[in-house]
């Protein structure tokens, strides 16, 4: 019989802990995980509370899950320690269209690097790779990856000082050809880096976040406009998001009411 | 295979269970354009409620369990959704509850200022401390409610019931008694509890949930069975129903229309088109149609 | 894993449940022998009774559905079951049934003139028209039943519960109440019905049935974690219970012993042995003992 | 998806009638059914009542059930035409254990010859074939098997007048030697068919019949002594009927209560 992982959780336990910085921390699992790019796991801390998370690193006998202390529930995941137990059901969501021998872009904000992660690793060395953050102390990774990776912040404190859509633009005007660019990060930072596409005509796929209940397609809390997010998503292609309205406008909340993007982004989760 | 339901024409005879998608006029147009005929709102409360903390849906393979928790916005701050659902190109049923007589009478009011096709009155959620269940399992707080929110619709009324009632006809009667014009049933099944032994607590965050999917489609059979035996109201029939034969099934207990949701899960979002198109090649195959087989499973032979 | 279960030691947590093979003292025995520590006799009626005609057991792969109606020879015409069973070499409950308190009275006591260890009161059966369930939704009768059956039975008492129950917690109260020595929960849940669409009639000729096997589990396992924090008895929990993992399931719920009815369909005859060994195994790799995990669900962490 | 044909019932028309005497007919279906000889499958008649048949013929694309009409289901069952709807689970129960080149010797009493026919048809050509009948009306497929078949009839009507018992010690002290004896008929018979290879030392298989509920070992309606008959059997080989105390003796009535074999068979049906 084949592992069913997207029914019951899984238990597992956290297997290393990595602190990646004062905000940051990834928690492996010793686990043979079915997983393409981009799609996402429900991670249930018992007793705690269950959300999604984007696999940060995977291989054959492990994978892993990046967290940025947020709200309670990203505080207390970062606290879990070796040994701690944890449920996960997925892999969910669609995951990037991944295209071999093509030159891509990728862009990542923040803590959108994680889905990110997996996927410069499948893709080729001449991907321009582009990294931004509030601040040196919010880059991930910064010695992963075989590929180079332009950084930028919004201090200066490490890389360019700037926005990752400065440096995506000054790649474009310099020439550089695009078959795919991929992005990650703040609804907003996805919303310039879609505009940017679409004025140079570059198919782009961006994945989104929205408050999540089944991850499976049924419940609806997380449906923008007509598209189910967990289901049709998280990643978005330019023909999805051209006409997805809601795109960097609107988002529902825990309720089900719809509110704009800004109030749902300082809205906390209880 | 057009149907009429409470004088409304229907394409078929498929609906949209409520608390499945249901959360934008975007993505109920979605499902009607992917063959449901009729498409029911999550249920609408009298207060804006998050519902519960997460897990709050599990799948379980041949079934899931659910404590959403019935999160609204409340009735009073929906105004986007009533006026993109204005000009809608598709039949509605709006669902409610509340947690007491007043505030359903309350919710219904309002709602059906906004011209929904239906109203449906959930009197049957298990996921909630004080709303809905205890309504459905009781005839006398049944007829209370029921005629209660008749009184104040413009639009005909769907009674929603819990399969939980230890006798589904007796509430289908207080329903008929008081008013209501249509049955849909059942809600979720149970409620179930999942364990997990790791950590020794109940999944879901709400500990109890509602049952639904494939494992309660012979509990739903029986419950509009019961229901087509009490009363003459037209039956909405759901639970469980996943394929065209389950839908046959059901109709044969003497459902009018059938309702999905965990199908979803299961076969995708174009399960409506498949199970309209399953049930539209059975009859044709068997010869037969809607009108024949409804209740035809209350006929005896031998 | 020894246990001991109202006085008596017991080899390990696992019960026969009742109308599961339980049709002679042979056969009882041999399930004995296969792993389980406790076994149970088809419930025994007032008078000869032949049950419904076929079919009355259905598989539906994810469990199973049955109406066998309650045969039973009558509790006068078994002497040669009762004579077979009297130098028995196994621990033993004898489930009864009956239409009325006085005749659940009669055969109690008759019955516990055979000295069975325990006696089982069944009044949770949804398979007849009048027999047993009609007791088990209702705090009041339950009281009622139950109190009778204890004042002449010379053995401990076990009462059968029915997941219809609105409130099974209740109802358990009321049993412990009425000088219940112990719990037995769930009965089959529903009932359900399957309709066979190509003849259109109910497969089963009872037409309902109730639900047993792994589908059910989710509702054994919330009525015992109700009843678990409604009453201090002890408790055979039981319902879909198919593996070792399913097991320590129900007793984190709150279960004291485990009963398996529709497993020897999923697993063989040795199922009993199995589970019984699953749990010792996962007892084992976690550390721990039956005492310390029965009812861990009800410690919430976190 | 395999085939699960033991769980609900598939729905079947009947598809060919034969009368096979006035008191016998075989209903064919065409359906490609996984079974071994001596199984059998319950048979329903919707909006009737539903028992345990034998299959009688079997081959990839067809099988078929013969039925000696007695009581209220089965004369109901001998009545149905071509396009009749049924439903069937199954197969269940055990079969018999069929030894490649060996000596057997297979013993039918009246309806008995259905289990044994598709075994026979496995058998090989020496195999000895005895087929006994209340009468020549009762004697089952006259013209159907490649083997030679030893008839007798209760009334000298057909064949040898006498038992088949008669005839299989004839064999026996011939010198004819047996390695397998298989058994089928009414339970006096096969009882003294395994007292006479008890006394040569000749391993025994025989078929019994109890009334039946679940078919699958569950509901215990079948049990004799400690076997299941539709789960351990049908079909029992010496080693059973020894430890078996209610052989030819008790059997349970459709209340559960065990009453002697004669009073069992003369019971009807409701
Ligand atoms: C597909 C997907 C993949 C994700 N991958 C990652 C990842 O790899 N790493 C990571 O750190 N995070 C990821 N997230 C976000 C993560 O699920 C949590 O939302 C985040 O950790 C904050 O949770 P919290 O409870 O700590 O904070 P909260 O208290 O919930 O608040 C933090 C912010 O999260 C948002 N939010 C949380 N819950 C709700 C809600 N109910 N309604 C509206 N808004 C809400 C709000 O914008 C809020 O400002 C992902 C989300 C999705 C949908
Ligand atoms: C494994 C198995 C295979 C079988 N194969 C065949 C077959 O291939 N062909 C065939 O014709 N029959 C076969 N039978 C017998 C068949 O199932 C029926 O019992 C038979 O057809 C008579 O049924 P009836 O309802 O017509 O008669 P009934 O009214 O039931 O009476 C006929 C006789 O059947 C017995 N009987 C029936 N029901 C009960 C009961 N509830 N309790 C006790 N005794 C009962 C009694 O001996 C009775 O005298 C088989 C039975 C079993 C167990
Ligand atoms: C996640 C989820 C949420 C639900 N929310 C509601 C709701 O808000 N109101 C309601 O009346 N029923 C609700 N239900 C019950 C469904 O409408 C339906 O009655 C039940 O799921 C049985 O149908 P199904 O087996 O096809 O899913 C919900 C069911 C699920 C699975
Ligand atoms: C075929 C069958 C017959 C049953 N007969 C009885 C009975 O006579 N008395 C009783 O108390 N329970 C009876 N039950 C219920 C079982 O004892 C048990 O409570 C139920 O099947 C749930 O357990 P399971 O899922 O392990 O089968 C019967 C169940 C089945 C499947
Ligand atoms: S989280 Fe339930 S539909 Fe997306
Ligand atoms: S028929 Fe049910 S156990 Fe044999």
Redesign the pocket.
């Known amino acids: 019989m084949e592992n069913i992982t997207d029914q019951r959780h899984i238990m597992l336990r956290v297997e290393e802990k990595r602190r990646e910085s004062p905000a940051f921390a990834t928690l492996f699992f010793d686990y043979c995980l079915a997983f393409k790019p981009g799609q996402f796991i429900m991670v249930w801390i018992p007793g705690m509370d269950e959300k999604p998370y984007t696999i940060s690193y995977h291989s054959k006998t492990r994978f892993a899950i990046t967290i940025e202390a947020k709200g309670l529930f990203s505080r207390k995941a970062v606290s879990l320690d070796k040994g701690a137990l944890v449920g996960i059901r997925g892999p969910f969501g669609n995951g990037f269209d991944i295209y071999p021998d093509s030159s891509a872009a990728v862009i990542a904000g923040g803590c959108g690097m994680a889905p990110l992660a997996t996927l410069v690793e499948k893709l080729g060395k001449n991907t321009v790779f582009i990294h931004g953050a509030r601040s040196k102390d919010y880059i991930l990774y910064p010695d992963r990856f075989d590929i180079q990776r332009q950084f930028c912040t919004d201090d200066g404190s490490f890389g360019y000082k700037g926005f990752v859509t400065d440096l995506l633009k000054q790649q474009i005007e310099s020439g550089r050809q695009f078959d795919h660019v991929y992005a990650c990060g703040p609804e907003i930072m996805m919303a310039a880096v879609f505009d940017l596409c679409e004025e140079h005509h570059i198919p782009c796929q961006v994945s989104l976040e929205r408050y999540m209940?089944?991850g499976f397609g049924?419940?609806g809390a997380c449906v923008c406009g007509s598209q189910i997010v967990c289901k049709d998503g998280p990643v978005f292609n330019s023909t999805a998001l051209r006409d997805m309205v809601d795109f960097n406008k609107k988002a529902l909340l825990k309720s089900g009411k719809e509110v704009d993007l800004s109030l749902y982004f300082s809205w906390r989760c209880q | 295979m057009t149907i009429e339901f409470l004088g409304k024409p229907l394409k078929n005879p498929i609906v949209l269970?409520?608390?499945?998608l249901?959360n934008s006029r975007d993505i109920l147009e979605r499902v009607y354009m992917n063959g449901c005929a009729l498409v029911?709102m999550?249920?609408i409360g009298p207060e804006p409620r998050d519902g519960h903390k997460n897990p709050?849906?599990i799948d379980l393979g041949h079934?899931?369990i659910?404590a959403?928790g019935?999160p609204s916005p409340g009735y009073l701050n929906m105004e986007n959704e009533w006026l993109a659902l204005e000009n809608r190109s598709f039949p509605l049923i709006a669902?409610i509850?509340g947690g007491s007589v007043h505030e359903y009478q309350m919710v219904a009011e309002y709602v059906s200022s906004k011209q929904p096709d239906f109203i449906?009155i959930?009197i049957?959620?298990p996921?909630s401390e004080k709303h809905g269940m205890i309504f459905g399992v009781n005839p006398v707080s049944t007829h209370e409610v029921v005629s209660a929110v008749k009184k104040v619709v413009q639009v005909p009324l769907i009674a929603?019931l819990t399969p939980q009632a230890p006798d589904i006809g007796e509430i289908a009667r207080a329903c008929e008694d008081a008013g209501a014009d249509a049955i849909?049933a059942?809600?979720?099944?149970g409620p179930g509890m999942v364990i997990d032994i790791e950590s020794r607590q109940p999944v879901l965050a709400f500990k109890k949930g509602?049952l639904?999917?494939?494992m309660?489609?012979p509990i739903?059979v029986r419950c509009v069975f019961d229901i087509f035996q009490a009363v003459k109201l037209p039956i909405i029939g759901?639970?469980?129903?996943?394929t065209g034969k389950d839908a046959i099934e059901i109709i044969m207990a003497g459902a009018r229309l059938v309702?999905?949701?965990?199908?979803v899960r299961y076969r995708g979002l174009d399960v409506f088109q498949k199970v309209a198109d399953e049930i539209h090649q059975w009859l044709v195959e068997h010869n037969t149609c809607l009108d024949d087989i409804r209740g035809a499973a209350h006929r005896s032979i031998g």
Chains 1, 4 share one sequence.
């Open positions: 209940r089944c049924v419940c | 269970a409520s608390g499945i249901g029911t999550k249920s709050t849906v079934g899931m659910n959403v019935l669902s509850y449906e959930n049957s959620c996921n929603k849909c059942i809600n979720t099944a509602g639904s999917g494939p309660i489609k739903a759901l639970g469980g129903i996943t309702g999905i949701g965990s199908a």
